[in-house]
């Protein structure tokens, strides 16, 4: 019988939610504890423990990895580094311009503790990132295009609801038919980003406003939609609660190349998900397995998704794995 794997969760949002669902699907793991600035918080199991974020030092000696489920603009950055020096971890750090910076003072922390911890694991950067080299490699000529989408884009809703005007509302990215086509077909085209994707917004308006003024408002928003091919669709808030309350995603990532003779050569890897944070969580919890296997191997310090083989994740044997799969 193979050990089980002890597991923590630190944060408990959409994504410490769908760690706890994707540990439980697991057959070589025990989810040990919750921790979250909240304290006490209400488990779909509600036989796991929940604890303040303070007192995770008291499991030093019980949990083999943390799964770090803050958010990237200001929890990774201090947690991830932070917790490293206490358990091996794996974050879904996704600021990619700054993931470097971020592998930098993860490894510090990671080495000096000789812990082992796994940053941006998810579908963007992660899966798909596994795929953009992949394809780049066997085909040295050629180029990758990355398209996301449909899905529900927080940053983006964000700034939807804050318009003047607008109750409620979420935005969605939509990549564009028409260049994926150009891809598909080998012409290799160069593309803007906002010739890759469309926005739609689903907007509730506040009573008495405008929606010609609030359209107005979101189309030309700089930095957000003024840029891009937008559509504003008026509803109800029954509508928007019944309709678009679930967390969709997914994208495509496509490579268009040529092999010696000049043959045309299109690699695709697609994605489409009814739970961005489920998924993220999954992909998650199957680099945790990793994270535990490469330390028990003696590894130390930070990895990405390039450093470790699927062989890692998956709670197969090698020979088992050679055996079924290969």
């Known amino acids: 019988m193979a050990e089980t794997i002890k597991v923590g969760i630190i944060g408990y949002g959409n994504l410490g939610r769908g760690a706890e669902l994707a540990i439980k ?20 199991d ?20 943390m799964i770090l489920c803050g958010g990237s603009a200001t929890d990774l950055p201090e947690q991830t580094p932070h917790f490293s020096t206490l358990f091996n971890t794996v974050d879904s750090y996704d600021t990619h311009a700054k993931i470097p910076e971020h592998f930098a003072a993860v490894n510090e922390a990671a080495e000096k503790a000789g812990k082992v911890s796994v940053i ?4 963007d950067p992660g899966l798909f990132s596994i795929n953009r080299v992949m394809a780049e490699a066997v085909l040295a000529e050629g180029n990758t295009y990355t398209f996301w989408g449909k899905g ?25 038919e028409a260049a994926m086509d150009r891809v598909r077909n080998g012409e290799n085209p160069n593309l803007a980003t906002a010739e890759k994707h469309k926005r739609e917004c689903y907007v509730v308006l506040e009573d008495g ?7 107005h408002t979101i189309k030309t928003m700089p930095n957000y939609f003024d ?20 967390m969709p995603h997914g994208g495509f990532v496509i490579h268009s190349g040529k ?23 999954s992909v ?18 930070a990895k990405t998704v390039y450093d470790i083989g699927p062989g890692y994740i998956h709670p197969d044997s090698p020979a088992d794995l050679r055996k079924k799969y290969l």
């Open 46 to 65: 509600e036989h796991i423990p929940s604890y303040h974020i303070d007192e995770v030092e008291k499991f030093t000696d019980k949990i083999d990895v």
């Open 284 to 301: 998650l919890v199957a680099y945790a397995r990793a994270a535990h296997r490469l330390s028990q191997e003696g590894q130390v310090g």
């Open 25 to 44: 699907q697991q057959r070589d793991m025990e989810l040990v504890a919750v921790f979250s600035r909240r304290g006490k918080v209400n488990t779909f």
């Open 152 to 176: 529900l884009s927080q940053g983006h809703s964000d700034a939807v609801r804050r318009v003047e005007g607008v109750k409620n509302g979420v935005q969605y990215t939509l990549p564009s």
């Open 227 to 246: 840029e891009y091919e937008t559509e504003v669709h008026f509803i109800t808030e029954e509508e928007l609660l019944r309709d678009h309350s679930a």
């Open 209 to 215: 406003a405008s929606a010609d003024e609030v359209a």
């Open 259 to 281: 092999t010696g003779a000049g043959s045309n050569q299109i690699v695709e890897f697609s994605l489409k998900l009814d739970s961005n944070p489920e998924f993220t969580a």
């Open 120 to 123: 941006s694991v998810g579908w």
